[in-house]
């Protein structure tokens, strides 16, 4: 008799785990990962006057508008880095944030017409929103440590390439953050759609409350506390820190963000594969 695991090659049941991550069913479905970045890529592009260009022309146009308004027009204090470069490293990771964020939200809404015609991981539509979050953040990464060259080579500003490690974590904690909470917000949305709006005004608003444009040492000691239970505050400061060497945080505070990013990105996890299947109807 021949053994039973030899009978059949799929099993289908109406069962799902609430955990269920395959990572080698994900890896054998890479082809499909690359070919939905190239896609979400291209058609992001396509008609478009700059085409790709946007990625570096968004935050340039971004900071320049923010020396003039916080620095010029409201007189913030840039900690004596120079304004162009104080801004673009906030803004260069509050994009990787938004972007992973707002993107991850609407992944199940976007790749509904493909999970109901053929199956594949769910989590790979989100994941490849991820990789193209990445190439981008990439892209306007480089961009940054070009400009900072400038500043050190020329303006004779302090650039530590040592301690430029630090922003490694950081990138992690950012991303698994935004990714999530984006998985989790992909889930909410498809039964309760008026939460898209909400979801993009949440965004705007939740920008001024990140230090982005200013230190969490400027904030006044009474609403300091508010600021630094914003698990973002603390990946901000220490961001800055890796370029300038300016910014207030402990172990302790960074231990929070990292395991609030951990607990968000399970439970994001958790949620997206339990109900991905369950709510196709409901798209």
């Known amino acids: 008799m021949p053994d039973k695991q030899n009978w059949w090659e799929w099993e289908i049941n109406g069962g799902t785990s609430w955990l269920g991550v395959n990572l080698k069913e994900l890896f054998n479905y890479k082809d499909l990962l690359f070919r939905l970045v190239r896609k979400d890529f291209l058609s992001s592009y396509q008609q478009t006057l700059l085409g790709p260009f946007w990625v570096v022309f968004q935050p340039i146009l971004t900071v320049i508008t923010y020396v003039f308004v916080f620095h010029e027009v409201i007189g913030i204090s840039t900690d004596g880095v120079p ?58 990464f480089l961009l940054l440590i070009i400009i900072a060259g400038y500043f050190y080579l020329f303006r004779h500003i302090e650039f530590n390439f040592i301690r430029l490690l630090i922003s490694l974590p950081v990138i992690i ?11 989790i917000f992909s ?9 898209f709006n909400l979801l993009q005004l949440f965004i705007r608003l939740f920008m001024f409350i990140c230090p982005i444009f200013y230190s969490v040492g400027m904030v006044p000691p009474k609403v300091r506390l508010l600021v630094n239970f ?27 963000c990292t395991g ?24």
């Open 187 to 195: 889930i909410i949305t498809i039964k309760y759609k008026d939460l």
């Open 260 to 283: 609030f990013m951990i607990i968000l990105l399970l439970a994001g996890i958790v949620v997206f594969n339990k109900w991905s299947d369950k709510l196709i109807d409901l798209a």
């Open 83 to 140: 304004a162009l470069l104080y801004y673009l490293t906030g803004i260069t990771l509050w994009n990787l944030f938004a972007d992973i964020f707002s993107n991850t939200s609407y992944a199940y809404t976007q790749s509904i017409t493909i999970f109901e015609k053929v199956y594949f991981p769910r989590l790979i539509a989100p994941l490849s929103i991820l990789a193209l979050s990445f190439l981008k953040f990439g892209i306007q």
């Open 230 to 256: 914003n698990p973002l505050s603390i990946p901000f400061e220490m961001f800055r820190f890796a370029f300038f060497g300016k910014g207030s945080f402990n172990s302790l505070q960074i231990f929070y």
């Open 173 to 183: 904690i950012i991303s698994g953050t935004g990714f999530g909470a984006g998985l």
